[in-house]
Each structure stands twice: as C-alpha cells, then as structure tokens.
C-alpha cells in the first residue's frame, strides 16, 4: 500500500500545524519550517490538542508518533520527504517563491501540496520545474480530524500523482476527493462563501444576531448534513417521489427573491463593530484554545456516533473512521502473548472528557467500557481479531458483574489486569481489576463469561487451532493461581 514515509510542512500556522500534527499523530517524521519566532511554541499547542483529541477519538492501536523537527530553511525541511505540504499565506507572489524553492530543493518525485483556498493550481504551478507533482491538497480545520481533502489539480498535474495521493492519504484516515476541473474556491470554499455571504447580510439587516445564527445552524440542517449532506437530506425530503418530487416541489423557490448572493455586503467599520462585539459576546470571551479543545470534544462525539450508525459499518465520515481504524488495526504490530504465573496488564487508558458525568467523576458504564477493551485486547492476543470475526467467529459476553469501589476523575490514568478462572476455549471465564496508575488504586472489579460461537451456524463452538494454540498456554498459566476474592459474588453480598 502507498504511504508517505517523511513528510515536510512549509508554514506552521494553523493550518499548517494541523497538518504537522496528522502526520505526526500517523508515524510520520515531519520537518517543519516556520520563520515565525514563536512558531514551535504555536505548533506544541495545537500537537497537544490533537493528541487530546485521538486519545477520544479511537481505541485502535496507533502507530508510534512520528518525529517533529524544526528546520532552518525550507532546502532543510523539504531533504528527504516525499510529501510535502506549503500553508503558507494566501498571496500568489509569495507562495510562488516558496513553491519554487520547494521545487528546486526537493526529489523529482515527491509529492507538493498547497493548502490554499481558493487560488489556481494551474497558477501556482507557473515556473516550476517539475510542475506534475504539484497539486491542490486543500484541507477543512482542524486538519488533525476532519478527513476531507479537496485534490485539484493543475494544467501539468498527471492523474497519476493525484490517485497516489489519494492512496497516501488514506492511511493517515483522511479521504482525498478528486476535483475534475480547477475552479476559483475550489467545492467547499465556494459552498461556505455563499453561505458566508448571506448570513452576513442576515447580521448587517438586523434579522438577527451571530448566536442566533449559528443556533439555527447547530440545531437544525447542520445536524444533517454532518451525516448525509445536501442532495441525499433533499431527497429524503422528497418523499417516497425521492429527488424528483421535491425538484419540482420546490426548485421554482429559486427564483423567488429571498436571498441576496449575488450582492456584496460592504464590510464598512459598524457592521465589523457588530460581528466582533456579537461574536465576543457568544463566545463568553473563551480563548482560541479553549474553544478549540471544545470543538475537538464535539466533532469527536459526533464522529463516534457516526461511526456507530449503520449496524457498526459506520455512516458519514463516521465510515471514514472505521476504517481508518480498520487501517490502523491491520497495520498495527501483532501483540505477542507470553504467559506467567501472574496476572496480565491489557490495558493503559486516561479519562477524557467525554467520560465526565455532572458529579465530576468518570460515568458508570464507562468503567464497563474499560474492560470491554481490555477483553478486545485479550481477544487479540490469543487471535480473535478484525480479520477472524469476518470468517465468522467471535466471543460474545454472556454473563458479566461489575463493583464499582472507588472514583476516577478527568485526567486520570488507568490501567486493567486480568486472570483467567478456568476455561476450556471455548468459554473464557475471566476477572479483571481497573487500578487507577498514579496510586494503584483498585477503582472497580469485573467478572466476565464469554462463549466462542459461529456466526454461520449460530450457536457455540470450540475455538479454531490457532486461537486455541495461543490461549491454551494462558489457561495453564494461571490455572494454579488462587481465585480472586470478589470471584462469584452476587449482587448485594457483603464485602
């Protein structure tokens, strides 16, 4: 499979450092060049919430995080990559200097691509001398997780290069789209300015003001168009009809005089006045950080809940996550099983936000959710992973107890051990401990029976050889072990 081997970043703003961080966050070594004296001071801040945001966003195993590497010019940062990415300013003079030195400095055969939003390609490519591998590689923020990029190429651009870098971007789980023609603004900036227009005249007329606005957003088509986006929304609006019925529905609307998009608002001293001091106010004067690590928290969960749809296959850019996770859990290294006389650590997690109930303290089910994954993590020890659930076979939980002793907080890190109670293979009769790591707290205990079973013939049955061969030497090593205290309690026994 392609994949990008070293990555360079040319501009560390927000964009470009969004860009560091999934490249990073992927494996990827990456050499930044920022001239900016507080540029590494900018981009560990926006490292630190992307890293924030993965440790939410999935339970996959990633892969080790690459290398950041600060340069002192554009020759150094660009030495050896083969994906290289320019987020420097939005003024064609300039990045027409910096793509030339990028040009002249890297391999004939690495990949460039600019970030802008809305100029040429083609433009861009002028002077270069090795204008095909150039190409528009526009990303939406926070680049670390909104998957999209929009690739456009130029009149040199080959096809080839652009299907490679789509083949590259998958395997840091972002998808590449295609533009067919290059156009000013490219898909999505040209949807967003024709949003941006009218709801500035919507602001500018006093209809009403920035809150209200986005709450119209947030709590209506926005919802939907996170999963399903604009025709395929309008189509279920449609009726049974679909697209066609609502086409004739509704498309003579269009010609009515609603909207003003085809006329400028004047951005004058008073309506800046308005937007800023509106803008201010909805934001109860948080700082960008802040409302940064706020979104993350939110697309995270919106991203999750996609993920969910679709009988687990995932819907959106929920889809997307699923198999960047897929991707991840394919690629990661087999962990190796070696068994001792003691019980085995599965897991290593910490409490995120989104596990904070309103008394401040991790949620009931989500310390479930912790031996839930390190069940995963035994199942792929002894192999019942991805790959063995799609021929057919799994362990599915029959019976389980959970005690809850003691409270995990925000920040927390915590770490799972298991013992196996005897077992056959083709039940795994399991008890887990939940430690909080800073003290070695037992927060919460856990008993669990499993049962292997056939997915074609529906019902239970022993394990293949190989998960046997790897799980049998398991069983004996714990076999002699003496059962754990809270083993077979029932609900409501005294401790």
Not at 3 to 14: D, L
Not at 404 to 419: F, P
Request: hydrophobic share 40%.
């Amino acid at each position: 499979m392609a994949k990008i081997n070293q990555a360079a970043c040319i501009g560390g703003g927000v964009i470009g450092a969004a860009w560091a961080a999934r490249f990073i966050l992927g494996g990827i070594d990456t050499n930044m060049f920022d001239p900016h004296p507080e540029a590494q001071r900018l981009v560990s801040e926006v490292m630190a919430n992307a890293e924030r945001a993965y440790e939410m966003l999935t339970r996959a195993p990633l892969p080790n995080k690459g290398t950041l590497s600060f340069s002192n010019s554009i020759e150094e940062a660009v030495r050896g990559a083969d994906w290289i990415q320019e987020s420097v300013p939005e003024r064609l003079d300039f990045k027409h200097g910096v793509l030339a030195q990028i040009d002249a400095a890297a391999h004939p055969k690495a990949l460039i691509g600019s970030s802008t939003s809305g100029l040429m390609p083609s433009d861009l490519q002028r002077g270069m001398k090795n204008p095909e591998r150039m190409f528009v590689a526009h990303p939406f923020n926070p680049v670390y997780l909104l998957p999209l990029v929009e690739l456009v190429g130029g009149e040199k651009t080959t096809r080839a290069v652009l299907e490679d870098a789509k083949d590259k971007l998958a395997t840091i789980g972002m998808t590449g789209l295609i533009i067919n023609k290059e156009i000013e603004g490219f898909v999505g900036d040209r949807l967003q300015e024709a949003f941006w227009r009218e709801a500035l005249w919507l602001i500018k007329d006093d209809i009403c003001d920035t809150e209200t606005l986005d709450n119209v957003i947030r709590y209506s088509f926005g919802l939907r168009w996170a999963q399903m986006g604009l025709f395929e929304t309008y189509r279920i609006a449609g009726g049974e009809a679909g697209m066609r019925d609502f086409l004739s529905k509704y498309g003579p609307i269009l010609a009515w005089p609603w909207t003003k998009l085809t006329d400028v608002v004047d951005l004058d001293d008073n309506l800046v006045e308005k937007i800023v001091g509106q803008s201010d106010a909805q934001s109860g004067q948080r700082g960008i950080r802040e409302l940064e690590r706020i979104r993350d928290q939110n697309l995270v969960g919106i991203l999750q809940a996609l993920k969910a749809g679709d009988e687990g296959r995932g819907w959106g850019a929920g889809e997307l996550v699923a198999d960047f996770e897929a991707h991840l859990w394919k690629t990661a290294p087999k962990p190796q099983l070696n068994p001792t006389s003691e019980p085995i650590r599965l897991l290593e997690v910490k409490v995120h936000p989104a596990w904070i109930d309103y008394n401040g303290h991790m949620t009931e089910y989500r310390y479930t959710q912790c031996f839930a994954d390190a069940c995963d993590v035994l199942l792929q020890l002894i192999g019942a992973d991805i790959d063995y659930v799609k021929a057919g076979h799994s362990y599915y939980t029959v019976e389980s107890h959970v005690r809850l002793l003691a409270e995990a907080k925000l920040g927390d890190a915590l770490y799972v051990k298991a013992q196996l109670l005897p077992s056959d293979g083709k039940k795994i009769h399991t008890f887990m401990w939940l430690y909080r790591a800073s003290d070695d707290t037992l927060l919460s205990t856990y008993e669990q029976l499993t049962l292997h079973v056939s997915s074609k013939e529906s019902r239970s049955v022993p394990p293949l050889p190989e998960v046997m061969r790897k799980l049998k030497p398991l069983i004996e090593a714990h076999a002699d072990l003496p059962a754990p205290d809270a083993a077979g309690r029932s609900i409501g026994q005294r401790k």
